[in-house]
């Protein structure tokens, strides 16, 4: 069974700044799924796109798909604080298996 | 209740006793997961059910751990002969259908597990 990979592992940046993370994976899918995770507690679900589209926007969050390449990439415009978090993506596998996710510190 | 609901939040166990895990996931769902997450770690996958049947048990770490299934609702994680390594946040989450259908995943708060 397949899961998404992400990169980088962390990432730190300031407050207004864009963050960019990406997710790799092997085999062809129908969908992918971004999620985030605060504090090390239970993650929420951030946006899908699925394979026949090839950008996603919702509010400060703009995820890209590249079937092709078999990866994709949530951007974080304007970035604060609060985004500090971990953000997992995962594949369309019936099991939902997430990688080591990325990271994201914001420092004001 | 609107959310999944894991009980209990918080377990602290002697090493070498049995644990349960109890994941109550949004009325109607057909899919759920289980997870384990130790500290600064990602998640580590343990097992997920289709209705009540779990097609694949091979996430399990060892055959101390067991998970079921029933009514197609709540579903237990059992844990025998605690061992100090198995503590972690254990997480849960269920889904309409199933990510493959493409429908998001709830997840519950966790249960932090602490054998000492």
């Known amino acids: 069974s397949q899961q998404g990979e992400e990169d980088p592992q962390a990432l730190s940046i300031q407050e207004g700044e864009n963050a960019t993370m990406n997710c790799s994976y092997k085999?062809?899918?129908?969908?992918l799924q971004w999620y985030r995770q605060n504090s090390g507690r239970g993650l929420v679900h951030l946006i899908l796109i699925r394979s026949n589209e090839r950008e996603k926007h919702s509010g400060r969050l703009r995820v890209t798909l590249d079937t092709s390449k078999k990866s994709s990439s949530l951007l974080i415009t304007a970035s604060r604080a609060a985004d500090t978090a971990s953000y997992f993506c995962?594949?369309?596998?019936?099991?939902?298996?997430f990688g080591a996710g990325t990271r994201l510190t914001v420092k004001p | 209740g609107a959310g999944v609901s894991q009980s209990p939040s918080n377990k602290v166990t002697e090493k070498g006793k049995d644990v349960e895990l109890r994941c109550d996931p949004i009325s109607g769902h057909t899919a759920l997961y289980w997870y384990r997450q130790s500290l600064g770690q990602g998640l580590e996958f343990l097992i997920y059910f289709q209705g009540n049947s779990a097609p694949d048990k091979s996430g399990l770490p060892s055959d101390r751990f067991s998970a079921e299934r029933t009514g197609g609702s709540v579903s237990t994680l059992t844990i025998q002969r605690t061992q100090q390594e198995d503590s972690a946040v254990y997480l849960c989450?269920?889904?309409?259908?199933?990510?493959?259908?493409?429908?998001?995943?709830?997840f519950g708060q966790g249960t932090r597990l602490t054998v000492v």
């Open positions: 085999t062809s899918i129908n969908n």
């Open positions: 995962a594949t369309d596998a019936a099991d939902m298996r």
């Open positions: 989450a269920s889904s309409l259908i199933s990510s493959r259908a493409g429908t998001e995943a709830f």
